[in-house]
């Protein structure tokens, strides 16, 4: 009982102070890189953060909010990188419309994607989206005349903003990331609290019931598909001109995929703050503990198995269950109606 009181009085201090909370962040982010990221090793380690926390809300639109398992976002990832990489690079294309291209190109694939497995969920779509990383990692490869196969892509320009070459130095190239990232949770949050976010949700507590209820299940799917893909495209194209000018095959195999999907179990499925904790956690781990050698992995992996055997609903995913278990109110209401307590079930 004491800690739940305790779990009640944290949940009420966070509603209360999450708006100034929410600007010290801001803040902290904004003057970060003037005094705690001045190396470009550790520059490079925040812009990487926030491009997983990126990719973490494109694949928690599909797994968080509808239910269906991916483990082939390294291929979206790819492809918008490379798609970005060879505009800027071949056809002289600035930045902002090779991003957008970018995450075009990765919906459109999304959507070819998402029509042939439309009646695949659980196991069998996880191995569909495993082959399908598979088939662009061997395109990637095999596509010298286009991708320069395991070479990569080089001399990638950084991108400019009112005449300004954004870069390490200046801090450009993470104010742009951070940018993307607000935006791209703000949507995310619109997504959400709307009709279609309402659908989403509806297909993943119960598609057959949605299907009852009136919901176009197969539209929704695919609609998740494609928008999961294009965030994840919009983060391939940031990373394009992060990674000094130079992109390979071997930034987007399947441990790329397991790295983004650990992002959204450890940070919490279906919430938005979660992917930069799950995101945050996953990059800084392993630099804090770089003294262990080999063993922070270990330890690493541990924690992983310990987090999904006893906290499944992620680090920030428990919004999604004190109402139910820590409101007196709720509780309350809940025997007045004679009803059972989901909270004692949980």
């Avoid at 009085?9 to 803040?27: Q, T």
């Avoid at 949507?187 to 919901?215: H, Q, W």
């Avoid at 003294?291 to 922070?296: A, C, G, P, S």
Wanted: hydrophobic residues 50%; charged residues 15%.
């Amino acid at each position: 009982m004491k800690n739940k009181g305790l779990l009640h009085s944290f949940e009420r201090a966070v509603d209360r102070f999450k708006w100034p909370l929410a600007v010290a962040l801001a803040a902290l982010l904004i003057y970060t890189p003037r005094f705690a990221f001045m190396t470009p090793a550790n520059m490079r380690i925040a812009i990487m953060i926030l491009i997983y926390a990126m990719l973490g809300m494109g694949l928690n639109v599909l797994i968080g909010y509808t239910g269906l398992v991916s483990l082939g976002h390294a291929g979206f990832y790819g492809i918008g990188a490379y798609t970005c990489a060879l505009l800027m690079t071949k056809l002289d294309w600035p930045f902002w419309p090779a991003l957008l291209a970018a995450g075009c190109m990765a919906a459109v694939v999304g959507l070819l994607l998402g029509l042939p497995t439309l009646r695949l969920s659980g196991t069998y779509l996880s191995i569909v989206t495993l082959g399908f990383c598979e088939i662009v990692q061997m395109i990637l490869k095999q596509w010298e005349p286009v991708t320069n196969g395991n070479y990569g892509i080089r001399n990638i320009p950084k991108p400019l903003l009112f005449g300004l070459k954004l870069d390490m130095k200046n801090g450009g190239l993470f104010y742009l990331t951070l940018a993307l990232v607000v935006l791209t949770a703000l949507a995310c949050m619109a997504i959400r609290n709307s009709k279609v976010g309402r659908a989403f949700l509806a297909i993943k507590d119960d598609e057959l019931a949605a299907t009852m209820m009136g919901v176009r299940t197969a539209r929704y799917k695919i609609l998740a598909f494609v928008i999961s893909a294009f965030i994840t495209g919009l983060g391939g194209g940031v990373y394009c001109v992060v990674a000094n000018g130079y992109i390979e095959p071997t930034s987007f195999v399947f441990n790329t995929s397991v790295m983004i999907l650990s992002v959204v179990i450890v940070g919490g499925l279906g919430t938005i703050r979660g992917m930069v904790f799950g995101s945050a956690l996953l990059w800084l781990f392993p630099q804090v503990f770089r003294f262990l050698n080999e063993w922070r992995f270990v330890i690493y992996g541990v924690l992983l198995v310990v987090m999904m055997q006893f906290r499944p609903q992620g680090a920030l995913g428990w919004r999604s269950t004190l109402p139910y278990r820590f409101s007196r109110r709720a509780r309350r209401m809940i025997q007045d109606k004679g009803l059972k307590d989901p909270g004692k079930e949980a």
